[in-house]
């Protein structure tokens, strides 16, 4: 059997994670619609599993949108491992004395940051998809169903909610600057116009993102 190389790989995992990345920003747009108000919230959401109708039936855009989300995040994953444990044969044996590697934050802690991330969507889904771990549940009613989840009492999991966005903003960060270097973005100029963009786009999703718990912790959303 003929193993993927490890430039192919990290093709693979840059691809998935900016098919991903694209997902999160249109999701997080719809998001905003919250402020809106129930109505247009709840008409996005409807909207939504009528989306390709009447071409596809009823939910199945989203069940299709499903399928390749979760193809994108195994690719993401197993590329991930696969990288991980080539790194480490390529140097068995650990040097007596090795100078401490400069690295940020992000890149420190991408492996921990998609543990978090990986429990959340589970979770996530379990909370506002199936609607099984929502205190509210109602499919009809995706508005309420937010307003609930993020109410005063439960703010452990608005709490979950912060930790999680802010740990896929770090990954965010790290990952759009490893993906454009990966993709042939090596020159000088390129990498810090890369590093500045990545920045960008991770605090944007991070504030679009938290601004709706928060709001509704606040009473902004209710």
Do not use: C
């Amino acid at each position: 059997m003929v193993r993927p190389s490890s430039v192919t790989l990290k093709i693979i995992m840059a691809v998935s994670g900016i098919l991903l990345i694209l997902f999160l920003y249109v999701h997080m747009i719809g998001n905003l619609k919250i402020f809106l108000g129930g109505t247009d919230f709840d008409h996005y959401a409807h909207w939504l599993r009528d989306l390709g109708t009447p071409l596809l039936p009823h939910m199945w855009y989203l069940w299709i949108q499903r399928g390749v989300l979760t193809l994108a995040v195994l690719a993401h994953i197993y590329t991930a491992a696969v990288l991980t444990v080539r790194a480490k044969k390529a140097r068995p044996v650990k040097y007596a004395h090795r100078p401490k590697v400069q690295g940020s934050y992000a890149a420190r802690t991408m492996r921990w940051g998609g543990v978090i991330v990986l429990l959340f969507i589970i979770f996530h889904i379990l909370d506002l998809t199936t609607g099984t771990v929502n205190p509210i549940g109602d499919h009809e009613h995706p508005y309420a169903n937010v307003v609930a989840d993020f109410a005063p009492g439960r703010w452990y999991v608005t709490l979950f909610y912060t930790l999680a966005i802010v740990a896929v903003g770090f990954h965010l960060w790290h990952g759009i600057f490893s993906a454009a270097r990966t993709l042939g973005q090596q020159t000088e100029k390129g990498q810090r116009r890369a590093k500045t963009i990545a920045a960008v786009l991770s605090a944007v999703l991070v504030v679009g993102y938290l601004s709706v718990p928060f709001s509704v912790l606040v009473g902004l959303v209710d």
